[in-house]
C-alpha cells in the first residue's frame, strides 16, 4: 500500500457543484496533513491546513478521520477557477524516523461551464 | 519578487553530463527542501536541510544527487552523469521554523527547474 493515496481523476463537474476528494494514508502515526493546489505546470501552493476539528475557508471544508485514516477536501459551487490539481500531504510522526513530507499523486478537477 | 526562486527554470542536456540547479528561499527561512516531480505524479521528497545541516537525505535517488546549502540561504542540487530517467522537475520549497517539526509547516515552493536528459 503505497504511504499517500488519491484518486487521479479527473473528476468532471459543471459549475456550481459540489465535489469531493479523499486522500488515504498508511501511517497511523501521521501528525499533519495538508491540501496544496497545482495549476497546470506551476508549482504548488498551499491550499489549506487540515486541522482535527475539521476547518473550513470559504467553499472549501477539510476534514480528518484518524480512525479511518483519511482526509477530505470538500469544494461547494465550483468555479471555472477551481479547475487544478488538488495534492494532499501527509506528515509522519516521530515513529517515522524522518520527518518527510509526503505527497499524493494528486486528483485532477475539471470544472466546466 | 520575495518568494522562493529557482534557477535555472529549463535545462536540457545530454546522457552523461552533470548539471546543478539553484534554489534561493524566502530570506527568513530556515528550512529548505527539494522535491522530484514527474508528470502525473505528486512531488517526491528528496531531502531537506535546517539552515546548512542536511537533516535527511535518505530519500536522494542515488549516490548521483547530491545537494549543499554551504551559508545556510542558497542551496545547490546537483546530479552527476545523468540518465534519461532524471528527466522530471525539480522543486525547490522553504519554510520557516515555526516550533514544529520539519514539513509541519507550510511550504512555499518554487517555480521549479524542468530538466530534459537527451
Known amino acids: 500500500r503505497k504511504e499517500v493515496e488519491q484518486d487521479p481523476g479527473p473528476f468532471n463537474v459543471p459549475e456550481g457543484a459540489t465535489v469531493a476528494f479523499n486522500c488515504t494514508y498508511s501511517n497511523s502515526a501521521s501528525q499533519s496533513f495538508f491540501w496544496y493546489r497545482q495549476d497546470c505546470r506551476k508549482e504548488p501552493k498551499l491550499l489549506m491546513s487540515v486541522y482535527s476539528s475539521g476547518n473550513e475557508d470559504g467553499r472549501f471544508t477539510a476534514q480528518l478521520n484518524r480512525a479511518s485514516q483519511y482526509i477530505s477536501l470538500l469544494i461547494r459551487d465550483s468555479k471555472l477557477s477551481d479547475s487544478a490539481t488538488y495534492l494532499c500531504?501527509?506528515?509522519?510522526?516521530?515513529?517515522?524516523?524522518?520527518?518527510?513530507?509526503?505527497f499524493g499523486r494528486g486528483t485532477s478537477l475539471i470544472v466546466h461551464p | 519578487d520575495t518568494g522562493v526562486s529557482q534557477d535555472p527554470r529549463h535545462k536540457i542536456t545530454k546522457r552523461g553530463q552533470n548539471v546543478t540547479f539553484r534554489c534561493d528561499p524566502i530570506s527568513e527561512h530556515n528550512r529548505l527542501y527539494w522535491y522530484r516531480q514527474t508528470l502525473g505524479q505528486g512531488p517526491e521528497f528528496l531531502t531537506y536541510f535546517q539552515n546548512e545541516a542536511q537533516l535527511e537525505k535518505s530519500r536522494l535517488l542515488s549516490d548521483r544527487f547530491s545537494a549543499e546549502r554551504p551559508k545556510g540561504s542558497f542551496s545547490t542540487l546537483e546530479i552527476q552523469r545523468t540518465e534519461q530517467g532524471d528527466s522530471a522537475m525539480y522543486l525547490c520549497a522553504s519554510s520557516p521554523e515555526g516550533g514544529g517539526l520539519a514539513g509541519q509547516e507550510t511550504q512555499y515552493f518554487g517555480p521549479g527547474t524542468r530538466l530534459l536528459v537527451l
Open positions: 500531504v501527509v506528515n509522519p510522526g516521530p515513529s517515522g524516523g524522518s520527518y518527510i513530507p509526503t
